[in-house]
């Protein structure tokens, strides 16, 4: 096995981790080198992969890690983006360290965030194979944007309440508010694929899961070029509580019949009111959003 330089970008509150600097160890006792940058406050993220970049140009870097949560890896591959000249891909792979709460993303690949050193043992050794990324109004994502109700329910749950309860904590949240929350009313368009009406949440997935794991968009794949929307249409019934424990019990695998779903790689999306939409947990706001797709834009160890 050839020698890598793998560059980890650290998320600062894992960074006394024990498993983490025996993960580090272990790939450095292979043979490799390890170098790690923790990030201590805001803007750490994009300065560090501004110096990556450049000290790429002196030293090779072989793969950036991502050691954190899926908002950190969103932060790292955005930041790397929008650091290079536009339509430059960047020189490196990406790989993942899952230290967050959720770890979507890594669970979609396989990764297990009980096994840390077994995880950077893996971005050392594993292929970087081309990979797709989402782009919402001109801002990334890597695993998935959702938006909507259960977007408002993510980004409304306490954290604490997050760490305790894992995916369940999205539910609670939502029945416990629901009385401030309501439908969205909008209209979706794609290639060959228009839908309008009431919806309780939405999703355009590069990956499977998001919010702590719930399937959302069970058949979408990395590297395919195309985006999997899902549309959960607010029920004739009116119980959106029942749709959302079913939800978070089965995934959307339960909701047969109940939901649009289509494959696409342009999405138009016009809402009534301005709605959030989350892009690997990172919030935006509006009513006018324009999605599509970059097709083998990076490599990630996977």
Known sequence: MAKQHLRLILNGKSAGRPDVRAAVDAVRAMGHDVSVRPTFESGDVARLCREALRDHAEEKIDTLVSAGGDGTLHEVVDAVLKALPENEKPPFSFAVLPLGTANDFARHIRLDPQDIPTCLRFAARASAKPMDVGEVNGCVFVNMATG???????????????????????????????????ACEGRIEAEGFTWEGAFVALAIGNGRRAGGGIRLC????????????????????????????TLLDRGVDGLNGQLVMRKARNITIQTQKPVQFNLDGEPMNGQDWKIGIRHHWIEMRR
């Open 148 to 182: 909507g109700f259960g977007t408002q329910v993510t980004s409304q749950t306490d954290p604490k309440l997050k760490r305790a309860l894992g995916g369940a904590a999205y539910l609670f949240t939502g029945l416990h508010r629901f009385s401030e929350l309501s």
């Open 218 to 245: 069970p058949k979408a794949k990395l590297d395919d070029g195309f985006l999997d929307l899902t549309i959960l249409p607010m029920p004739k019934s009116g119980k959106v509580t029942d749709l959302l424990a």
